[in-house]
C-alpha cells in the first residue's frame, strides 16, 4: 500500500496528491478531469474515465489447431461470461466450416452479441448491449417466471402424458442460460468496475448475491427438464390419480418455497425467508410420499417417477438455499 499524508491548500482545503506512477500509466495531465467514487466501504476508488462507459476490452481465440467444437464454444461462452466487449476468432489457414457454426450458435443462445466483421480466416463477434440496459433485477425476475413456468408445465406433462409439451419444456432451458450467463457476464463486469455498478444500481456484494441466486434458479430450471425428460418415459405408463395428486400437491408447496424465497430476497425481508426455510421440510415430506407411490409400479416407470419426485424435493431445497441467502446478505448490510 502506497501511504500519502494529506496536505492543507488554500487554508481549508484537503489534498493528496497522486501516484506518477499511474498517472503516466492512465495518461493524466494536469488540468485532465478524474472521477472519485466513495465506496461502501468507506473507500475512495479514482479513475481516470469519467464517462462511466466500461473500459473495452477485446479478445482473440486462435482455432488453428481446434478440432473440438463443444470446446470452443465453452471458450466462447467463458470470454462472454468474463465481459470482453469484441472476441475475434482467427487461424491461421482458412477458418473450418464448425467453427462459424458454433459461432452462429453462440450469438443465438447469448444476448447482445452478433458477428460484424467475417472473412476467410477471421470472424469477429461484437457486444452491441451496453450492460445497463438490462438491470439485475428485471433479468432475476424473468429467470423466476420462466423457471416457474418450466416446471408447472413439466408437473403437467406428467399428469397429462402429454410428450410434446414436456419437448417444449425442454426447448426453454436455453432461455434460462441465456438469462443466467448475462448476469454472470453484469457481475463481473461490475465487480471490476465501480462505475458501472453505481450506473447500475448494485454494489459488488449486490451483484454477487443476484449471481448466486440466479445460478440456483438455473439449476431449478435443470430439475424441471428432468421432470420433462421423465414425463416422456412415463407418457406410455399411467400414474394413478392418487399419485398424480400427491405430485400435484408436493410441486405446488415447492413452488410456494420458491416464491416466498424470490419474494424475500426482492424485500430483503429476513422473516419471510427465514419462513421459507423452514417450509423446506415439509416439501421434502411431500416429495418422499411420491417416492413411496413408486414403489408399487414396474422397473421403467417407478424409477422415472422416482427422478421426478426427487427433482421437486430439489425445488425446495434450492428454495432454501436462496432464502439463506437473503438473510446472510441482509445481516452483513445491517452490519
Known sequence: MDIRRVQMTGGSSLVVTLPKEWTTAMQVRKNDPVGIVAQPDGTLMITARVSGDPAPQTKELDVSSCTNPAFLFRSLIGCYIAGYSAITVLSKTRLPPFVRTVVRDFTQMTIGQEVTEESETSVRIKDLLSPSELPFESTLKRMFVVVCSMHEDAVTAVEKRDAGLAGEVIGRDRDIDRLQWLIARQTNMVMKDANLAKKMGASPGEA????????????????????????????????????????????????????????????????????????????????????????????????????????????????????????????????
Do not use: C, W
Open 208 to 335: 454477487s448475491s443476484v449471481a448466486a441466486v440466479a445460478r440456483i434458479l438455473e439449476r431449478i430450471g435443470d430439475h424441471a427438464v428432468r421432470i420433462a425428460r421423465n414425463a416422456v418415459v412415463l407418457a406410455d405408463h399411467p400414474v394413478d390419480p392418487e399419485t398424480v395428486r400427491r405430485l400435484r400437491a408436493a410441486s405446488a408447496f415447492s413452488l410456494g418455497v420458491l416464491d416466498h424465497a424470490i419474494a424475500s430476497f426482492f424485500t430483503r425481508d429476513m422473516r419471510l425467508a427465514n419462513r421459507a426455510i423452514e417450509e423446506v421440510r415439509q416439501a421434502e415430506v411431500l416429495s418422499e410420499a411420491i417416492h413411496t407411490a413408486a414403489l408399487s409400479l414396474p422397473a421403467g416407470p417407478a424409477v422415472a417417477l422416482g427422478y421426478v419426485a426427487e427433482s421437486v424435493r430439489r425445488l425446495g431445497e434450492y428454495s432454501g438455499d436462496i432464502a439463506e441467502t437473503v438473510i446472510n446478505h441482509a445481516v452483513e448490510a445491517k452490519g
